[in-house]
């Protein structure tokens, strides 16, 4: 039997979003600005948008979680906002889905310990 060591990954759009309590952006970050999450782990922004660091490393956690297969009652598939790290910033990161991917394993890593592996 032949190892299938296929996984799928859904890319990401983060974008930021006002809150909508009034409350104002206070980390550097500016409603409309995006960045994306593709081919497997790589964060893309375009030109001339930056992002704040404190920010980023708060979703990082999530946004791994995001790529994955989900339960749809799970709140990691139904939660699609999360705020800022920031009690006072106005702030949300909306995170979307968008295209599903297909990779192998044995072209991201080499798992030697699971060359001999049988699922199923």
Not at 47 to 62: E, H, Q
Not at 111 to 117: F, T
Request: charge should be negative; include cysteine.
């Amino acid at each position: 039997m032949k190892f299938n060591d296929e996984y799928h990954l859904y890319d990401l759009r983060v974008e930021v979003v006002s809150a909508g309590d009034g409350r104002p952006m206070v980390c550097r970050h500016n409603e409309g600005d995006f960045f994306s999450v593709t081919d497997d782990d790589l964060l893309t922004f375009p030109a001339g948008v930056s992002f704040p660091m404190y920010p980023l490393a708060a979703l990082i956690p999530i946004l791994s979680a995001k790529t994955r297969e989900l339960d749809p009652n799970d709140w990691m598939f139904t939660d699609t906002d999360i705020a800022c790290p920031d009690p006072n910033c106005g702030g949300l990161f909306h995170i979307s889905r968008g295209e599903r991917r297909t990779y192998r394993n044995s072209e991201q890593t080499t798992p030697r310990e699971n060359a001999n592996r049988k699922v199923g």
